[in-house]
C-alpha cells in the first residue's frame, strides 16, 4: 500500500517570536529566506595538478524576508520595536529574539516549522510609491539570523 503525498500549499504560514509576546502584529504576505548554505575552500594537493579539492568551511544564512501592508507606527507593536532598534544610535544593546515560522494547512494545523535563532532586524524597505495604481503601501522587513532547524 502506497501513501498518497501532495505538495503543501505554501500560502498559509505562520511567524512567533517566542520571547517578545507583546509583539502580536505578525501577519505578513510574503515571507523568504529560510536557507542555509555552505561555503568551501579549495585546497591543492601536492602532484596532483588536474583538480582542486573542494572542503566545506562553514554555514551562512540568507535573511528572514517578510513583507506586508505597511501599518500606522502606533498601530503596530513590530512597527514600534523595529523602529526603535533601526533609528537607535546603538547606544542601547539590541536583544535579539527567536523566532518559529510555521508552515499550516488550511486548518491553521502546522505542517512544517523553521526555528530561527538570535534574530533581529537589519533592514526595513517601503515599497514603490505609484499614483497610477490603487495598491496597498507595502513595506519590506529583513532579519539576520544564526541558525535555522527544520522542527516539523
Not at 601536492?46 to 582542486?52: C, L, N, P, V
Amino acid at each position: 500500500m502506497t501513501q498518497e503525498w501532495y505538495p503543501l500549499a505554501a500560502f498559509y504560514f505562520q511567524i512567533e517570536f517566542s520571547n517578545k509576546s507583546e509583539i502580536y502584529d505578525m501577519e505578513f504576505q510574503e515571507v523568504s529566506g529560510l536557507s542555509v548554505e555552505f561555503e568551501t575552500e579549495e585546497v591543492e594537493e601536492g602532484g596532483e595538478t588536474r583538480f582542486k579539492h573542494r572542503v566545506l568551511t562553514r554555514q551562512k544564512h540568507g535573511n528572514l524576508v517578510c513583507k506586508r501592508a505597511l501599518r500606522p507606527l502606533k498601530e503596530s507593536a513590530l512597527a514600534e520595536w523595529l523602529n526603535g532598534i533601526l533609528e537607535s544610535d546603538f547606544s542601547q544593546k539590541i536583544e535579539p529574539v527567536d523566532a518559529f515560522v510555521s508552515l499550516l494547512n488550511a486548518e491553521g494545523k502546522k505542517l512544517c516549522g523553521w526555528s530561527l535563532t538570535n534574530l533581529y532586524p537589519v533592514k526595513w524597505d517601503i515599497g514603490l510609491f505609484n499614483s497610477q495604481k490603487n495598491e496597498p503601501a507595502i513595506e519590506t522587513i529583513e532579519f539576520a539570523y544564526n541558525t535555522i532547524n527544520r522542527k516539523l
